[in-house]
């Protein structure tokens, strides 16, 4: 009663398998041994896994592990020819399911669905054991979770794949790929996983009754695995420090990079995309109940830019733009969110906002920039902006993003037209 009958039911599964599955010998070159340290790996980590990204589905998880490998016993078990030329054909390395796929017209994954199947499995299982060597294939029809529980199954696969491979430095840089990828955890956070997997191995075989080669520890198994990846990714390095420190400065970097592709180079604002991505999330944030509702945008334009550039040229205009943006930048709450909107165009949104708030804040802004003087090459130059703004009470739809954005541009040409150097602002009622 306190496991719950899912939970038994996955579990008699398990010892039944244990039961009637070989542990020793070779049948038409198949390796029972290896069969057992791959799917003890598979499944100890597909159910470690799921408790650590806390997956729904973690009972199952240790089951789908058990199973995962079983299509290549059903190849040699039921086709023991076949699956001999197979050997053959595969040479030193492990037979491939495209191989498979060549010798008998289907894969280990196949058959193994077929078998789940027929002993009525629940789909999720079967489906799961399906696709998890190919999760992105899985169709838009399968049963509930299977995706979620294939892509498991695959990172827990290539898990395995790192412990029992020749190669483990490529199977390393694989791992913390798909892990990043799939689960967003660290190189480190997957490299800890791994080490803590050891224990779990060595009881689960215990549990089933199976006797597991004794292996190197997890912990030098990575030292390994680290070795051959900086022999692979650093040529004129040797040692594990020197990879360490490329691999910071290459973080590093990525991150300038990163940061570099969300702001204006120019003016030190965030830039369209990074705008962009923000007001959708906070829109989202207000439909979902996560903010104050009220809100605000300003739509800022530098007056007669182009005519400025043709008079002074480009690199002048260019400071007249940081000019503004540090002015903008330096007269918003942290609350606020400023960015360079494209050209001369900027934009402010602005949280928890009332229409008298928004006019005065514009105000502010239009003031600031226009009482302080643009320096370049000994010249000083006034400039001035024109700014529309709309805010609205509540946010209601999606739709009320750009309604916002459309209103506080319209109010800005209105500004234009009036003479430029002046401030529109509307208030809008929910959107």
């Known amino acids: 009663m306190r496991l719950g009958l899912k939970t038994v039911k996955l579990m008699a599964l398990s010892f039944s398998l244990a039961d009637a599955i070989p542990r020793s010998g070779e049948r038409a070159g198949f390796d029972y041994q290896r069969f057992w340290r791959q799917s003890l790996i598979t499944t100890v980590a597909a159910s470690t896994l799921a408790r650590l990204v806390r997956h729904a589905h973690d009972s199952e998880a240790f089951v789908c592990g058990l199973l995962s490998h079983i299509g290549e016993l059903v190849l040699a078990e039921c086709a023991p020819q076949g699956y001999a030329e197979l050997r053959v054909r595969a040479g030193e390395a492990p037979p491939t399911p495209a191989l498979e796929r ?62 029992d491979a020749g190669n483990r430095g490529e199977a390393l840089g694989a791992l913390v790929d798909l892990a990043c990828e799939h689960f967003g955890l660290a190189a480190a956070e997957t490299e800890a996983f791994v080490i ?23 912990e030098a198994l990575l030292e390994q695995a680290r070795r051959q990846l900086v022999e692979l990714s650093v ?27 969300h702001v204006d180079a120019l003016t030190g604002l965030p830039n369209r995309a ?75 949104v602005v949280p928890n906002v009332t229409l008298k708030q928004l006019q005065s804040l514009a105000d502010r802004l239009r003031r600031t920039i ?12 006034r400039v001035t902006v024109s700014i529309g703004g709309a805010c609205v009470d509540a946010v209601r739809s999606r739709d009320a993003g750009p309604a916002l954005l459309a209103q506080a541009d319209a109010c800005l040409y209105e500004a234009k037209r009036t003479g430029r150097d002046c401030c529109v602002c509307r208030h809008l009622e929910g959107l």
């Open 102 to 163: 060549e010798v008998f017209g289907f894969d280990r994954y196949e058959a193994a669905a077929v078998l789940l199947r027929s002993w009525q499995l629940p789909e999720l299982l079967w489906q799961s054991v399906l696709w998890y060597g190919r999760p992105d294939d899985a169709p838009p029809d399968v049963a509930p979770g299977v995706r979620e529980l294939a892509v498991l199954l695959h990172v827990a696969d290539a898990t395995a794949s790192l412990i």
């Open 196 to 218: 803590g997997l050891e224990g779990g191995i060595q009881e689960t075989a215990m549990l089933l009754d199976v006797k597991l080669p004794s292996t190197e520890s997890h």
């Open 235 to 261: 040529v004129t390095a040797a040692d594990l420090e020197e990879a360490t420190r490329r691999a910071e400065e290459l973080e590093r970097r990525n991150r300038e990079l990163a940061t570099r592709a």
């Open 274 to 348: 990074s705008f962009d991505d923000y007001f959708r999330a906070v829109i989202d944030a207000r439909l979902e109940g996560r903010g104050e509702y009220a809100l605000g945008v300003l739509m800022i334009d530098v007056d007669h830019f182009k005519r400025f550039n043709d008079a002074f040229g480009h690199p002048a205009g260019d400071e007249v733009l940081r000019h503004v943006g540090r002015a903008i930048a330096d007269n918003v709450r942290d609350t606020s969110f400023a960015a360079r909107y494209g050209g001369e165009e900027f934009v402010v």
């Open 370 to 381: 226009a009482d302080t003087e643009v320096g370049f090459e000994g010249e000083r130059h």
